[in-house]
């Protein structure tokens, strides 16, 4: 009899701690690109400090991922070539790959310098705070979410398309 008790007992606290079975969803995130579009049109009088100052503010706009970002510099004439060589080498002096900096000649338009900035970022599912005892149906959202935000490069996660 003693037996049969102690192992009912047994039993009963063995099921009481048992945890229940849970499908891990993990996080949900969304890729998108961000693209910035700048025209500067010099000026026959402009000065070099003045181009220069506009290039470092566009180039300071990028501070957070620098490294990540797509730059396309386009020009028209021969003459705004040298301004266009100058952001090229602004770029890789700061450190900026030099795949990911793509120079062209434009067929038209005025005597511009065209500039397109493509961004990879990252929005990941907030998550639910978890409170003892109850089981969230977002088990593994802030393991999930904070491996997602530490990926360096967020465009090797998307399709290779775009800027």
Excluded at 12 to 36: P, R, V
Excluded at 72 to 91: C, I
Aim: with cysteine.
């Amino acid at each position: 009899m003693k037996t049969l008790i102690t192992t009912s007992l047994l039993v009963l606290s063995l099921s009481g701690c048992a945890d229940k079975a849970s499908t891990q969803m993990g996080s949900e995130a969304l890729i998108y690109q961000e693209l910035h579009h700048f025209v500067i049109e010099p000026k026959r009088s402009g000065s070099k400090t003045e181009m220069d100052s506009e290039f470092t503010r566009i180039i300071a706009s990028f501070h957070q991922g620098f490294e990540q970002t797509n730059w396309h510099l386009g020009y028209r004439y021969e003459s705004d070539k040298t301004w266009v060589t100058s952001l090229e080498m602004s770029l890789l002096n700061l450190g900026l790959n030099p795949a990911r900096i793509h120079v062209e000649k434009l067929h038209s338009g005025n005597r511009v310098i065209d500039i397109r900035v493509g961004q990879y970022k990252l929005k990941s599912q907030e998550c639910r705070r978890s409170i003892f005892g109850e089981m969230g149906n977002d088990v593994g959202c802030y393991v999930d979410s904070m491996r997602l935000k530490q990926v360096r490069d967020v465009q090797t996660l998307a399709a290779k398309e775009g800027l």
